[in-house]
């Protein structure tokens, strides 16, 4: 995963829930009270040219939307999927909430 052209600290690879149904794809941290800041949850459609209907990352106070459109391109045996996402981001404690807006990059690989 890539936020900005960059992949947050632990974002190297996290491990994804992956519920595969009626054509469609719902992914989200398999371990979401130890999962990274930014962790993405992702819906898509899989049909012959799959495309993504919700990015979401996760922000230790806030939270990121994707906003559409989406791209999605499959590559093997992953989904790479990219747009922008905005939302707001911060602390309140540390000089307050902010609105951010920031490209992303995020490859998924569920397994069969």
């Known amino acids: 995963m890539k936020l900005d052209g960059a992949v947050p600290p632990g974002a190297e690879r996290i491990a994804m829930d992956c519920r595969v149904a ?3 794809v719902v992914a ?3 371990d979401p009270l130890n999962a990274p800041e930014y962790a993405p949850m992702v819906s898509l459609r899989t049909g ?3 495309t993504t ?3 979401m990352f ?3 106070v806030g939270v990121l939307l994707g906003d559409k459109p989406f791209t999605t391109a499959v590559d093997g045996g992953s ?3 990219s747009g922008t996402a905005s939302g707001l981001a911060g602390s309140v404690d540390q000089g307050g909430i902010t609105q951010v807006k920031k490209s992303f990059e995020v490859r998924l690989t569920c397994p069969a």
């Open 53 to 55: 209907e919700t990015v």
């Open 28 to 30: 989200s941290p398999a």
């Open 48 to 50: 012959g040219a799959p």
């Open 79 to 81: 989904y790479v999927i």
């Open 22 to 24: 009626a054509g469609s």
């Open 58 to 60: 996760s922000v230790r």
